[in-house]
């Protein structure tokens, strides 16, 4: 059941990304799009390998979208953060919840939101495809050596 529930994640983000582009480039106008990854999608997690697959693909699909802010002043970017302090967290086995908090901490949810906002308005630091980690104590831009070629 897990693995069709993370199927439909990363299929509803590519569809509404995919979607907000176009209306975006139709209107002339641009604009941003932030899609939500995870830290788990950066580093690997033995806990919840599937988990961490479908946030590496969100990761890796909005990296190859950075064109698009060249071309139509549409900027693709994610948040990667660690675990908020949501009800998502009851949710997990207690020795999966002692390992998250170990290796990165559990930030609040107003940190995610202000790194949210960083994203959607700060167009100088970093164009299209960047991705924001986010941790308790790290906040910076995760650059791969590798980019994406037109």
């Known amino acids: 059941m897990i693995f069709w529930l993370l199927h439909d994640l990363i299929k509803f983000i590519v569809t509404g990304t995919l979607l907000a582009i176009e209306e975006m480039k139709r ?87 202000d790194a949210t906002f960083e994203l959607a308005v700060d167009s100088k630091k970093q164009g299209g495809g960047a991705v924001l980690r986010l941790t308790p104590t790290l906040r910076d831009y995760w650059q791969s050596k590798y980019k994406a070629k037109l």
């Open 27 to 113: 209107s002339g106008r641009g604009g941003v799009i932030i899609n939500i990854a995870s830290m788990a999608g950066i580093f690997p997690q033995y806990q919840t390998p599937i988990y961490a697959a479908t946030k590496a693909g969100i990761i890796h699909f909005t990296r190859s979208l950075a064109h698009l802010h060249s071309l139509y002043n549409v900027r693709v970017c994610a948040l990667a953060p660690s675990f908020a302090d949501t009800p998502m967290l009851q949710y997990l086995e207690e020795p999966v919840k002692e390992a998250i908090a170990s290796q990165w901490g559990v930030m609040s949810p107003d940190l995610v939101a």
